[in-house]
């Protein structure tokens, strides 16, 4: 997948969750965002600001969604001896739960599908051209 191809995927998805139809050119992804921030401050006003546990991240995942709080005046952070794959937030629960969150699984499709293809394409480049799955023999020696 070219970059300008995986650019305009995030661009159409931030398009999608800011509740327009266009075809996600950088524009409209910009105008999704400042909306999308402002009904982040509208939440945060009205709403209670709780804390979030997020936990179970590849380490690519969990750039991606520590880029994402960020974008949205979000501080990721955790406590003291929690695991490193841990994130904490705080935020207004309906903009973490019906915004980021799921902004975050469709990123993430697009970000592994990209990291899956480009890793594919080196192995069969480089390493050897077939990437099937391995064969499956019969049971194992010695076992009954």
């Given at each position: ?28 992804a910009g105008l ?67 915004v980021i969150w ?43």
């Amino acid at each position: 997948m070219q970059q300008h191809v995986l650019q305009e995927k995030i661009a159409k998805i931030e398009a999608l969750f800011a509740g327009t139809h266009s075809d996600g050119e950088r524009e409209a992804a910009g105008l999704a965002l400042e909306r999308l921030l402002a009904r982040l401050r509208e939440e945060q006003d009205r709403d209670q600001v709780t804390e979030h546990k997020f936990t179970g991240f590849t380490p690519y995942s969990k750039l991606l969604f520590m880029a994402l709080l960020r974008r949205y005046g979000l501080e990721p952070f955790r406590y003291y001896r929690q695991r490193q794959s841990t994130i904490m937030v705080s935020g207004p629960e309906d903009f973490i739960n019906n915004v980021i969150w799921p902004e975050f699984n469709e990123l993430n499709t697009v970000l592994r599908e990209h990291l899956s293809d480009i890793t594919t394409k080196i192995i069969t480049q480089y390493v050897h051209p077939s990437v099937e799955d391995e064969k499956e023999r019969g049971q194992i020696r010695g076992s009954a």
